[in-house]
C-alpha cells in the first residue's frame, strides 16, 4: 500500500522475500506486528525520507501501535520457523474489515479484499 493509499499485490521472484520487501518499502525494512498474525514491513528509515503514510498510520494507531507509518508497506504473515509469506484469506478479510470498519477507508478495504480473493467488508458494499 503505497502512501496514498493504492494497494497492488508483489510478489518474491525467485523466492528472495528480503530483495521484494526492500523495493516495495524503498531501503531497509522493518516490521511492525499487528493483531491476527499479520506483519506490516515498513521502511526503517522512513522517517529521514519518505512521506507520511496516513492509512498505514491510522490503522497503527487504532490498533494501539504507534501513530506515525512513514512511505509504502507490505501486508504479509510469517510462519512458526519465521519464514514471511503471503497473507491467509482469513487474514486478508480481517485486514480489509480493519480498513472498512476501524480506519473508515472503504476503497482500501475494497481492494485489499479484490487483491486476496475475498468478500468485500460488508460496510463497503
Not at 521502511?43 to 498505514?56: K, L
Not at 480493519?98 to 475475498?118: H, L, M, R, T, Y
Request: overall charge negative; some cysteine; glycine content about 12%.
Amino acid at each position: 500500500m503505497d502512501v496514498e493509499g493504492a494497494v497492488s499485490q508483489v510478489t518474491a521472484s525467485g523466492g528472495d522475500t528480503l530483495r521484494m520487501l526492500q523495493t516495495a518499502v524503498g531501503g531497509f525494512v522493518d516490521v511492525v506486528r499487528l493483531p491476527e498474525g499479520i506483519d506490516m514491513w515498513v521502511s526503517d528509515e522512513g522517517a529521514y525520507c519518505q512521506p507520511v503514510n496516513a492509512w498505514a498510520s491510522l490503522l497503527n494507531d487504532l490498533l494501539g501501535g504507534q501513530p506515525v507509518i512513514w512511505g509504502p508497506v507490505v501486508f504479509a504473515s510469517s510462519t512458526e520457523e519465521g519464514d514471511t509469506v503471503s497473507l491467509s484469506v482469513a487474514q486478508t478479510a480481517q485486514l480489509a474489515a480493519w480498513f472498512a470498519e476501524k480506519v473508515e477507508a472503504p476503497d482500501v478495504a475494497e481492494a485489499i479484499a479484490g487483491i486476496g480473493g475475498v468478500p468485500a467488508p460488508a460496510t463497503v458494499r
